[in-house]
């Protein structure tokens, strides 16, 4: 099983509101990450999650807090976004290997995220 | 800074045809290749990997081809089919954990 899900699959909120996003996988992996993809664009890096500590924060602003409760789950909690932060939110797992060996991500399908 | 990119933003094959997307990068660390397949309204999903200790890898009608002399990476789909349209990203592993996406191609298979 590769799969990776994410809840909700839409969003609508406003640039006050709190909401979180959701991501669960059950493969076992110790690696996971958020990633943001605009319309016709690649999907960009925001976290990783090595061993349910952050191993990677890409500069992304504090409107977007990461949190990893255990090893199958990892949330993104949004507050006070703005319009332009509208996009699919991607989520990925994987087994976390050193760099040495290959370690294939598996993306979930995205919450697509409209701010008004 | 490093990239990864495509060379045709869009690309048009008759169905039965051979496919062939290439990719150039340019972080001459990077030592993970991977290719993914982008439906409309799906996530990335993984079609097939290369280390950059090997120059081809073959999987079921894809085929990943990596020149490391001329920082060059290219896919391979034989026998093009409807359900091979979609956007394709070539992405590249340049650090531990961290995978550099290119700008995408779209495959659009003419029945």
């Known amino acids: 099983d590769t799969e990776v899900t994410q809840t909700p699959k839409h969003l609508v909120m406003g640039m006050t509101n709190k909401k979180s996003l959701k991501c669960e996988q059950h493969m076992g992996h110790r690696a996971m990450y958020w990633y943001k993809q605009k319309a016709k664009k690649p999907p960009e890096l925001m976290f990783v999650y090595s061993y349910e500590k952050l191993s990677i924060n890409e500069s992304v602003p504090s409107r977007f807090s990461p949190e990893c409760p255990n090893s199958s789950l990892l949330n993104l909690h949004l507050h006070a976004l703005q319009p332009e932060d509208s996009a699919l939110y991607l989520c990925?797992?994987?087994?976390?290997?050193?760099?040495?060996?290959?370690?294939?991500?598996?993306f979930g399908p995205g919450t697509r995220l409209t701010v008004l | 800074g490093e990239s990864v990119g495509l060379h045709l933003p869009t690309l048009s094959v008759q169905e039965g045809d051979n496919s062939i997307i290439n990719c150039a990068y340019s972080n001459s660390a990077s030592d993970y290749f991977i290719w993914y397949k982008q439906e409309s309204g799906k996530g990335p999903q993984f079609i097939i990997d290369i280390r950059s200790n090997m120059d081809k890898r073959q999987g079921q009608r894809v085929t990943v081809l990596l020149n490391k002399t001329v920082k060059h990476l290219s896919l391979q789909i034989a026998a093009t089919q409807p359900g091979d349209s979609a956007v394709y990203f070539c992405?590249?592993?340049?650090?531990?954990?961290?995978?550099?996406f290119g700008t995408g191609t779209k495959l659009q298979v003419i029945p």
């Open positions: 990925a797992s994987s087994q976390g290997y050193t760099r040495r060996l290959a370690d294939t991500q598996y």
């Open positions: 992405a590249e592993r340049g650090g531990y954990q961290k995978v550099t």
